[in-house]
């Protein structure tokens, strides 16, 4: 069966009127010849925050099987939405969220990884409907309990989904065209990358660039998927990346709230990252005059939880935002205490990069942090410098 395999990220739903004009643009789709359609759907932008809030309020240390099953509400309300908004146009439509859409995962709560796939439900699905629009970031464990696969992990789902299906392309839509040499909302000189390689995007992702999740561009690898990076104006969908096997370029990524863990001492520190590297937490170890330390730079709650589990008695745990550079070679990585610090230290370190480009004022978001800075050593880098 031919099937168009496409994803809407949070970015693409702020307010409930931005689910019809995607639901035209399915009904476009289709009207222009597609077969069949599956959209995968993240929750509306800002949603999985607030439920975790919600939480939180009512219990400060929730099981984290019951705080998979809240957030994965998120995903499951844009997914009825969407349904909503395009059966309103006529058109034969189903919605399917983790409990019914085949994809297994193991029981770690927060950030499950996948396990199995049964692809009989969306195919049975797809045989009675023209498109099924299929909730993000969730699946269940071997007890059917439903799990959370990972902030921002939609683009996970929607490669699976596109693989367990033998097509060999998944559609990614965002409010940006694709992948720059760095965050274009930060760093106002970023480069649109007409194309770039697997593994160049995996490990920009897992020191903070969004746009991708790691996990799904290293499924996507694995199962040969190509994903088609997009964003959709009033003019029709525009393809900005091609993500393939091809394409390199230097970068600047930045990754806001990671965790510095500050170990009592070195042995108990290089214990913690090989833990941490078992569990598939992107890590870096740091040397300086404060002694061992770990920065965990995303699935941070996760990473943080494994580590209390071995009991080791941390001196501290203090956000920072991590600044890295992707050079042609090298990773180099910074940490700032100060967020508009960081961003500063990001578009100089891409003005250096890309001289061409100008130097026009940062992008800024809120301050968080007070102002101080780290440098320090990668353990999964090729090379780690201050
Ligand atoms: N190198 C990069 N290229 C493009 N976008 C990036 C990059 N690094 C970070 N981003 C951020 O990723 C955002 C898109 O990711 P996200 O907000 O998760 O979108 P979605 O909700 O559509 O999944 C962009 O708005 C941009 O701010
Ligand atoms: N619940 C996820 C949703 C997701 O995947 O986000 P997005 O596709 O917007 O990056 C999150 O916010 O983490």
């Known amino acids: 069966m031919n099937v168009t395999v496409l994803k809407f990220g949070g970015s693409s ?34 949603t999985t925050d607030d439920l975790n809030a919600v939480m939180l309020d009512v219990n400060k240390q929730p099981k984290p099987s019951n705080v998979d099953a809240a957030l ?51 195919i049975a699905a797809l045989q009675e409907n023209d498109v099924v629009i299929a909730a993000g970031g969730q699946a269940i464990d071997q007890f059917g309990r ?8 939609s683009d996970l789902t929607a490669i699976v989904i596109a693989s367990m299906l033998g097509q060999r392309v998944c559609e990614i839509y965002s409010d940006v065209p694709g992948i720059y040499t760095a965050d274009p909302h930060l760093v106002p000189g970023a480069l649109l990358l007409p194309e770039i390689a697997y593994t160049t995007i995996a490990r920009m992702s897992r020191h903070g660039a969004k ?39 230097s970068s600047v990524t930045v990754a806001r709230d990671t965790a510095v863990l500050r170990c009592g001492s070195l042995a108990e520190r290089d214990e913690l990252c090989a833990l941490l590297d078992q569990h598939d937490v992107s890590a870096v170890c740091i040397d300086d005059n404060c002694g061992a330390s770990i920065c965990i730079l995303c699935d941070v709650d996760f990473g943080i939880r494994r580590v209390a589990l071995t009991g080791s008695h941390l001196v501290s745990i203090e956000s920072r935002t991590a600044v890295t550079e992707h050079g042609s070679s090298r990773l180099r990585v910074h940490l700032e205490a100060d967020y508009e610090q960081a961003i500063t230290r990001a578009c100089q370190i891409h003005q250096r990069m890309y001289p061409a480009t100008g130097g026009e004022i940062c992008g800024r978001r809120p301050a968080k942090q007070r102002s101080s800075s780290l440098l320090i050593r990668a353990n999964n880098a090729p090379e780690n410098t201050q």
Do not use: W
């Open 211 to 249: 746009v991708l999740h790691h996990r799904a561009v290293e499924y996507a690898e694995k199962h040969a998927v190509t994903i088609v990076c997009k964003t959709l104006t009033n003019d029709g969908a525009v393809t900005g990346t091609i993500v393939g096997g091809h394409g390199n370029a």
């Open 72 to 122: 994965a509400i998120g995903e499951m309300l844009s997914a009825c939405l969407l349904e909503a908004a395009v059966s309103g146009l006529g058109i034969r439509v189903q919605s399917l969220n983790g409990y019914s859409l085949g994809i297994r995962s193991n029981s770690e709560f927060g950030r499950a990884s996948v396990e199995s796939v049964d692809a009989s439900p969306v």
């Open 13 to 46: 739903f702020l307010h409930p009127g931005d689910f019809g004009p995607i639901a035209q643009h399915l009904a476009k789709r289709l009207a222009e010849g597609e077969n069949k359609i599956v959209a995968v759907v993240s929750a509306m932008s800002g």
């Open 146 to 153: 439903l799990t959370f696969l990972g902030r921002n992990s």
